[in-house]
């Protein structure tokens, strides 16, 4: 089995991270839906260099990693279960992060 990565930086980075933010922003309190991320990215044409579909764990690889982000705003307790939910708290900073005037 082939390990090689999918485009981390650029265009692929910006698209992922756009969609992670997306989701976050209208998933508080529910698990961020990694897997579908992940199948949209690989219907916008992203696969990883070995011709591989994009999977959910090449999400937290990308250059400026939102999805790290957003999952390190939890609400307590952390625990296995609640690892991939999205506080309302991230979900608040998604939101902002996607209707912010660039400046």
Known sequence: MSTEAVETTGRCA?????????Y???????????????????SLGYQH???RPVDAHALRGFEGNALDVLMNVA????????????SPVAAALAYVALTRPAA
């Open 49 to 51: 260099s070995d011709g």
């Open 14 to 22: 910006r698209d992922a991270n756009m969609l992670v933010l997306a």
């Open 75 to 86: 609400a307590p307790p952390f625990n296995r279960r609640t690892e991939h939910r999205t």
């Open 24 to 42: 976050a922003a209208v998933s508080a309190g529910k698990d961020l839906p990694r897997r579908q991320i992940a199948e949209t990215l690989d």
